[in-house]
Structure formats: C-alpha cells, structure tokens
C-alpha cells in the first residue's frame, strides 16, 4: 500500500492531551494558525494553552505519580509498559507518520522507516534502564554504611522544536519515564499534532493516564508557563540557543531548577587530501540536503585540504543539483521544504547578506520554482571566518566551504565563536584523526561518516553554547534521576 495521502483528508487530533482526554482550544485563548511547508496552504490553527491550563497538566501529573505510583513500581513493570508503547508506536507508524509529515518537513517515505522506528527504539533503548541503573554502595569507615541512591524528580517540563517532533518528544518521554516521572510537554507550535497522537498510544498502552500531558501553544505563553512552574521538579529543553537563554533566565528569576538544554550548531565537516572523497560528498551533501538542513547537526561547514577543493566541491554539487523537491505527503519525495515562509526568508536574507566580495554562489541561493516553501541547495566558497553565512545558524540546505592548508589552520577554522555541538573529520590517518579528535571543540565527532547513528547509547548534546547536559545514552536516564547521599551510623 502507498504512504502517499491526501491533505484535505486527514484527521488531526488537535488539542491539549491531558489525563487522556483532548482538550480543545479555551475559550478566549488566542490561536496560531498553520500554514502547510509543502505548500503553504492555512490548513489549522494551533491552541494556545494559558497558564492555568499548564497549571492543571502540572496537577493532574502530579495526581497521576501519586494514584500510580509510577516512581515506585517494580522497575521491570516500567519497563514492560513502556516496551508495549513501542510496539504499538511501530504498529501505528503510517498514522504517526501522516500526520508528522502534513505538519512538518519530514517526508513521510522517511518518517515509516526512519523517525516513526527510531521514536520507538528509543523509548524500548531507555525502559532497559529502568531495572539496571541504581545507586551505589560507597567506601566508608567500618562503623558506618554509606550510600547512594536514585529517585525519580516528579514532573519533568519538556519543551521540543520542528525538526524531528516525534524523535524529539522520545528523547524527552522515553528517560523521563523509565525514570519514573510523569511528563508535561510542549512540542512546537508548528508541529503540535503528533506528539499528541503518541500521548494516546502511551495511555492505550497501558502507560497511566495522565503521566503523559501534552499542552499545545508558542513559546513566550506557554513554554514559559512551564518552566516557571514551581510544581516542574526539572526542565527539558530543545530547540535554539536563543530560547534556551530565554529559559535559563526566566528559570533563574521564577526558582532555581536543574535543566538540559540542547541548542543550535554550526559544525564543520574538516576533508583532508587523503579522505575517500566520494564517500565525503555523500556524506556532506546528506547532511545539509537530509531535511532541507533543518537539523541541529547539518554540518554546514565545509573546511577542505586546498589540493582536493575542487575535486571535492565537484562532487558535493553533482549530489546538490540533483535533487527535485516533493510535498511530505508524497511517497516517493526525498527533498524537504522549509518549516515556515519566514524561516526561508531568513535562510535568505543570511546567503543574501553573505554575498559580498569575493563570495561566489556556485549553485542555488534562493527560492526553489516549486509550490510551498523550498529552498535550492546551495553552496557558498570564498567565504571567511566573519561571513554571516559562516557564523549563523541557518538551519537551511547551505554549505560553505573554506580551505586549509595544515592541521593547525583546519583546527582554527573548526573552532566557532558560539556553537560546538558536532564536527567530522574525513581521513585515512588513524593517528591524525584521533589527535585531532581530542582538539575539536565539539560534544560529537564523526569520524568517516556524518549524522547520528540508531546506537542510542551515544549522549548527544553541545559545548559552549550548543548546550547543557546530554540527551540519549545513559546520561540522559540519569539526568532524569537526582541522587540522595544516606550515611547510616552502624
Ligand atoms: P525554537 O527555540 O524557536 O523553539 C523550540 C521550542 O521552544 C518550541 O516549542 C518553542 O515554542 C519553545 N520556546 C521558544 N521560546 C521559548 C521560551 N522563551 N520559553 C519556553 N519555550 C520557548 O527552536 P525551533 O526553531 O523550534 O528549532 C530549531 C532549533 O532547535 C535550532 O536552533 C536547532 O539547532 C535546535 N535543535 C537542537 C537539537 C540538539 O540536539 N541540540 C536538536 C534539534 C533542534
């Protein structure tokens, strides 16, 4: 059966999701309409959920932790929930995907395969943790016994972007959970549908009602009703560095509260002269092509050892122009279009305002002829370190390409003023690239390759401003644990 559907068919659940019921707009609430990526077309409008309403997803959470007593089951019955709640996300993936693909960038032949399974491993990959990290039993005198333990937090405020709804809201949901806590979430206000639909299939799992409350709306109203929450025990956040400082302060003038923050990047993707140079343009060109680079590790950098530029940069454009852009609603459609038309005039304005000197634009640099919001891939040479296309965060299908002629001018390039979120390195020298891996000033670095893998045990997460703390691995389990010291006189 195809994956291609119709548009103007298709049910949305639109709401709050709290207990286990759908909630829809208040009355008097503002609403944020939608407009369709791939075509541009007004298609819902998006609730607004005041701050009383986040404040009855707080209380009916907190009521769900206590009637279930989630936090204090066997660890292994967490565990069995939640496994059920993955296969039925699995079973359920056509729906899911539907309707993350009418609302985002994501085509929806790629959601099936891709974020629908990985959504699931996930929450499978994290409800393994929950019988299997405890505390620990710690050295002290013979008259005394000392020890750590783990709880869960209670509440956990979760805040997710566009990009990837239905992972992102895994990367939340999935360790929150295992560790015991109930969840108030609020996906994008340009995505909110799926995460709602995944809240429902929690509950048909058999996952309490109510540990699971999604509420609908913008930033500013109700991500800020959250984290100021005094009933959220600990903040979630993923979206850009911009937000993330917004949230950090407002958490430092409403109660102090422990918070992950993954933030924006600009990652370069460093060649030398001696990397397999077709597998580095497939690499690169998937990572700023693969959703329109609309993620937070397009590594939309490219530094190259001066003598294999050009043959490079032959390569990458060859897999750049190749692309044909396609609505998400569509099977067989591979190129994404832009989140918003705001957000492509952003991408603009920044390719716009980078074409100065001696900046060529080798192929694309604006607007795609195609309906809805597409943008040609683009590649940007002659830039330097102070070129806005080189310092911003597009969050569009833009590479810039710089090159080097020694390790150490590669290591300056690399090194950006804000972000260190992930970095690549392309090389057959196995001494170069673990020296060089020890320098790059990044929470990643692929190494031959390029883009998160499904081993889910690898933390991702920024230095500098990319971030705080780690989401996957096992630390992002623990970060959903806080730990009490108990010292007990023998
Ligand atoms: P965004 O920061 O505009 O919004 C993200 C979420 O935060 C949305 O739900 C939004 O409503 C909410 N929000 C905005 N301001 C807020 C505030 N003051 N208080 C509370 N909530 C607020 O980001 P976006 O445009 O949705 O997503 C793109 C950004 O996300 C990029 O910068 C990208 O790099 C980043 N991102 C990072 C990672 C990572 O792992 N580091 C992963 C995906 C996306």
Known sequence: ??????????????????????????????????????????????????????????????????????????????????????????????????????????????????????????????????????????????????????????????????????????????????????????????????????????????????????????????????????????????????????????????????????????????????ADLDKAAAAIATSVLSNAGQACVAGSRLLVEAGVAEPLVERILDHMRAVRPGPTWDAGTRYSPIISERQRARIHAIVSASLTGPVECLTGGGPMDAEGYFYAPTLLAGVDQASPAVVEEIFGPVLTVQSFDSEEEAMALADHPTYGLAAGLYTRDLSRALRLTRRLQAGTVWVNRYGRSRDHILPTGGYKRSGIGKDLGREAYLANRRSKSVLIGL
């Open 1 to 274: 059966m195809s994956l291609s559907f119709d548009p103007d068919r298709l049910p949305l659940p639109n709401g709050h999701f709290i207990g286990d019921r759908l909630i829809p707009a208040e009355d008097g609430q503002p609403r944020l309409p939608m407009h369709r990526p791939s075509d541009g077309r007004a298609y819902a409008d998006c609730p607004v959920a005041s701050a009383d309403l986040v404040d009855q997803a707080v209380a009916t959470a907190q009521a769900a932790l206590k009637s279930s007593n989630w936090g204090g089951l066997r660890p292994r019955d967490r565990t069995a929930v939640l496994q059920r709640w993955a296969a039925l996300i699995e079973e359920e993936a056509e729906t899911l995907a539907k309707v993350e693909a009418l609302s985002s960038t994501r085509p929806v032949g790629q959601l099936v395969a891709g974020d629908v399974a990985v959504t699931a491993e996930q929450i499978r990959f994290f409800a393994e943790f929950a019988d299997k990290e405890g505390g620990d039993l710690v050295p002290t005198d013979d008259g005394s016994l000392g020890m750590v333990m783990t709880e869960p937090y209670g509440v956990v405020g979760a805040i997710t972007p566009w990009n990837f709804p239905l992972s992102m809201a895994g990367w939340k949901l999935g360790p929150a959970l295992a560790a015991g806590n109930a969840v108030v979430l609020k996906p994008s206000e340009m995505t909110p549908f799926s995460t709602v639909l995944l809240a429902q299939l929690a509950v048909k799992a058999g996952v309490p009602a109510g540990l699971i409350n999604i509420v609908q709306g913008d930033g500013p109203t109700t991500g800020a009703a959250i984290t100021r929450h005094p009933g959220i025990a600990k903040v979630s956040f993923t979206g850009s560095t911009a937000a993330g400082s917004a949230i950090m302060a407002d958490i430092a003038r409403s109660g102090v509260k422990p918070m992950t923050l993954e933030l924006g990047g600009k990652s370069p993707q460093i060649v030398f002269a001696d």
